[in-house]
C-alpha cells in the first residue's frame, strides 16, 4: 500500500470515531428526554390511580420496558448501523 493510501485510511478511520461519538451524544440526549417524559407520565398515571399497589408495578414495569426500548432504538441501533468508508469519505 502507498502511504498515501494509509493516510487516507487512517483519516477515514478518525472522521468514524467522531461520527461514532457524535451519534453516541444525540442518542444519549434524546434517550434521557424521552426517559424523562416516560418517568414523568408513569408519575402522573400512579398519582390518577391514588398509589395503588397494582399502578405502582405496572408503572415501574412498564417505565423499565419502555426505558429500554428508548435506549435500544435511539442508542443501541444508530450505533451499530455500519458506515461505509464512501459516505464518510
Do not use: C, H
Not at 457524535?22 to 398519582?47: E, N, P, T
Not at 399502578?55 to 420496558?65: C, H, I, M, N, P
Amino acid at each position: 500500500m502507498t502511504q498515501e493510501y494509509q493516510k487516507l485510511q487512517e483519516k477515514i478511520k478518525q472522521v468514524r470515531q467522531r461520527f461514532r461519538w457524535i451519534v453516541l451524544a444525540r442518542g444519549l440526549v434524546f434517550s434521557l428526554i424521552a426517559s424523562m417524559a416516560v418517568v414523568v407520565v408513569a408519575v402522573f398515571l400512579v398519582d390518577r390511580w391514588n398509589y395503588s399497589d397494582r399502578a405502582l408495578s405496572l408503572a415501574r414495569v412498564f417505565s423499565a420496558l419502555f426505558i429500554l426500548a428508548i435506549i435500544a432504538w435511539f442508542l443501541a441501533r444508530p450505533l451499530w448501523r455500519r458506515v461505509m468508508d464512501v459516505q464518510i469519505a
